[in-house]
Nanobody, 125 residues
Framework: QVQLVESGGGSVQTGGSLRLSCVAS????????MGWFRQVPGKERSGVAA???????AYVDSVKGRFTISRDNAKNALYLQMNSLELEDTGMYYC???????????????????WGQGTQVTVSS
């Protein structure tokens, strides 16, 4: 049974930091591209950051220089370090897995195979 379990969300003021984590099970983690997606009410889920099995990363322009995606294949874990948080970063953040991706293309979300349940991030002024 595939599981992606996110944690680390919460409420923070603008300029603050949060670190999201995702632990995967039920599939061969090291072979998969992994990503973080964000959804706000009334809008579609959109890609934030992705990382390939060999560590190549991709980010949406709005988070470049502020967010860092990383993975630990020994722990089947995925991370998103979020710094200098802005009001627009608010949303539900989902962990995602896709096999054989083109890293930047994963941000489109069209071929994601597995999704987590999400963790809420709320940024306030």
């Amino acid at each position: 049974q595939v599981q992606l379990v996110e944690s680390g969300g919460g409420s923070v003021q603008t300029g603050g930091s949060l670190r999201l984590s995702c632990v995967a099970s039920g599939f061969t983690y090291r072979n998969y591209c992994m990503g973080w997606f964000r959804q706000v009410p009334g809008k579609e889920r959109s890609g934030v950051a992705a990382i390939s099995s060999d560590g190549t990363t991709a980010y949406v322009d709005s988070v470049k220089g502020r967010f860092t995606i990383s993975r630990d294949n020994a722990k089947n874990a995925l991370y998103l370090q979020m710094n200098s948080l802005e009001l627009e970063d608010t949303g539900m953040y989902y962990c995602a897995a896709e096999e054989n991706c083109v890293t930047s293309a994963m941000l489109d979300g069209g071929f994601v195979e597995y999704w987590g349940q999400g963790t809420q991030v709320t940024v306030s002024s």
